[in-house]
């Protein structure tokens, strides 16, 4: 059950209380690129998250196809990439709720 | 606990034909809808229909308000469900979402439960060239101007970025006021918090365990508290989920009766969906491939991993035994751990693949005698008064029929 409190790292929680408090007041863009920074943050700290991390094998959560795609590289970290700039606010929670999923699973 | 039926209406090829007999589509409708009013008899609080397109043998249930009018002529109880109306509105235009969900209701006196949906299937989102990208959004702004047509007189009209209409006044109003309960289904986690936070309740299709469903209907209610803006005019708090049952008086004969045709269920589903083959329209033949995919997975190891993929990792947990094929007493005390749990409702997947119709009439009514009375007084006596505690200090007008 993942809530922003739980997120220890510093940054992390910060970039996830502020998506939380875009999404409540529909800023809606904003909120996706928070959640996304912090899942980019997720990546930096455990490069392997996706391949080994908990949500891998059986419990594999695929990152929501809303607007922004997680390409995978040979070799390299996926790339994040926004297909656009205007999300909904169903999107926007979408996202924050994956990301903080991934960050309290990943014990940051 | 409160109970329902699903229904695909599927619908599966025989074995050595290339296509159905004449008389299978009209067969399985009158089926289903015996089914239904003997479980109206029985007293399941629920039945819920799908909608799908173009997915032959997996679902033939394209106009589902056509049937469960039908269905509502025949029960006097049981509630009738949307699960789910495809709101893109290149599937189906809100007003007119609004003008049969309302009409279903008058039909029905008063009984309609108004599932929501994007939809999912290529087949179905490339059937309607809906971009699967922006599926999230379509559904969110269809569903909250549906609402207002149903509410509004007249509705003040929309310019949004997939709906265009001018003030009109929708009618027929539904029976049911403001509206009819809404849901949504959620095969991911994060929509299962998305409709908490709408108001609205969670129509589960991701084949949770006990414990995943624990973990979801605790912050579901948090949020229902902490962060709930509603996208209509009443909230329906409720999280429930979906299941394929068969009820014999033993295990084995349970097995034998109902797992071949939950597996068809998985397997006809995840075929056209990566890494499954697509479809071929007119041509395919599910059925056959299953049962002899089946024959020569008899010869191979079988799995012993769940599939990575959220969505195939669904498909594969509904073709399993699971929880509710099996005795009375088997399901019981799966059940009773979803009761643990806080789940409103256990919606059942009765009819599937090559099931055959008097034993689903069968296991109905087994389940019915044998296991559903102790639950649904518990859910009286035990659940109402929790879910009661929940909603303390929520102000919003609740229509749930949980």
Same mark, same amino acid.
């Given at each position: 059950m993942a809530k922003p409190s739980q997120v220890q790292d510093e940054e992390l929680r910060g970039l996830i209380v502020a998506a939380r408090a875009a999404y409540l007041d529909d800023r809606n863009l904003e909120s996706v690129e928070k959640s996304v920074a912090a899942f980019r943050g997720l990546l930096q700290r455990q490069p392997d998250f996706l391949s080994a991390g908990p949500f891998a094998g059986n419990n594999r959560r695929v990152f929501p196809q809303l607007g922004v795609a997680l390409k995978s590289a040979n070799g390299g970290q996926p790339e994040i990439v926004f297909e656009r700039q205007q999300f909904s606010n169903p999107e926007a929670i979408t996202f924050y709720e994956y990301v903080s999923d991934c960050l309290v699973a990943a014990k940051l | 606990m409160k109970f329902g039926l699903f229904y695909e209406l599927q619908l599966p090829k025989p074995y050595d034909c290339d296509t159905w007999n004449p008389d299978d589509e009209r067969r399985i409708i009158h089926e289903m809808l015996e089914q239904v009013e003997l479980?109206?008899?029985?007293?399941?609080?629920?039945?819920?229909?799908?909608?799908?397109? #173009?997915?032959?043998?997996?679902?033939?249930?394209?106009?589902?308000?056509?049937?469960?009018?039908?269905?509502?002529?025949?029960?006097?109880?049981? %509630?009738?469900?949307?699960?789910?109306?495809?709101m893109p509105p290149g599937h189906n235009h809100p007003a007119r979402t609004a003008e049969r969900v309302a009409t279903l209701d008058l039909v029905s006196n008063g009984r309609v439960e108004f599932g929501t949906g994007e939809g999912a299937s290529d087949m179905e989102l490339g059937g309607f060239n809906t971009d699967r990208g922006f599926k999230k959004q379509m559904w969110e702004e269809s569903t909250r101007e549906c609402l207002r047509m149903m509410t509004a007189e007249p509705y003040a009209g929309h310019d949004g970025q997939f709906l265009r209409m001018p003030v009109r006044n929708v009618i027929p109003k539904s029976l049911q006021k403001p509206h009819p309960p809404v849901w949504v289904a959620a095969s991911r986690r994060?929509?299962?918090?998305?409709?908490?936070?709408?108001?609205?309740?969670?129509?589960?299709?991701? $084949?949770?365990?006990?414990? @995943?469903?624990?973990? %979801?209907?605790?912050?579901?209610?948090? !949020?229902?508290?902490e962060e709930c803006r509603p996208i209509g005019a009443a909230i329906n708090p409720a999280v429930s989920t979906v299941a394929t049952m068969m009820c014999a008086p033993t295990d084995e004969q349970a097995v034998a009766q109902g797992l071949?045709?939950?597996?068809?269920?998985?397997?006809?589903?995840?075929?056209?969906?990566?890494p499954d083959p697509p479809r071929n329209p007119g041509h395919d033949h599910l059925y056959r491939e299953f049962v002899d995919s089946r024959r020569e997975k008899r010869a191979k190891p079988a799995r012993d991993q769940e599939p990575e993929d959220e969505g195939q990792r669904a498909l594969y947990?509904?073709?399993?035994?699971?929880?509710?094929?099996?005795?009375?007493? #088997?399901? %019981?005390?799966?059940?009773?751990?979803?009761?643990?749990?806080? !789940?409103?409702?256990?919606?059942?997947?009765?009819?599937?693949?090559?099931?055959?119709?008097?034993?689903?009439?069968?296991?109905?009514?087994? $389940?019915?005698? @044998?296991?559903?009375?102790? #639950?649904?007084? %518990?859910?009286?006596?035990?659940?109402?008064?929790?879910?009661?505690?929940?909603?303390?200090?929520?102000t919003f007008l609740n229509n749930s029929t949980i």
């Open positions: - | 479980a109206d008899r029985l007293g399941f609080d629920y039945v819920f229909e799908v909608e799908h397109h #173009f997915l032959e043998e997996y679902s033939h249930s394209s106009a589902p308000e056509v049937v469960l009018a039908a269905a509502s002529q025949r029960t006097k109880r049981i %509630r009738l469900g949307h699960g789910i109306v495809h994060e929509t299962v918090m998305l409709a908490a936070r709408l108001g609205i309740g969670s129509l589960g299709f991701g $084949f949770e365990t006990p414990e @995943e469903a624990a973990e %979801r209907i605790e912050r579901y209610w948090e !949020l229902v508290q071949s045709g939950a597996q068809f269920f998985s397997f006809s589903l995840g075929r056209g969906t990566p947990r509904a073709g399993q035994r699971g929880g509710f094929i099996g005795s009375p007493a #088997f399901i %019981r005390e799966n059940l009773k751990r979803y009761e643990a749990a806080h !789940l409103d409702a256990m919606i059942f997947v009765a009819q599937c693949g090559d099931r055959k119709h008097d034993e689903i009439m069968a296991s109905i009514e087994l $389940f019915a005698k @044998e296991v559903m009375p102790e #639950f649904q007084e %518990r859910h009286e006596r035990m659940q109402r008064p929790w879910r009661e505690r929940q909603l303390d200090g929520v």
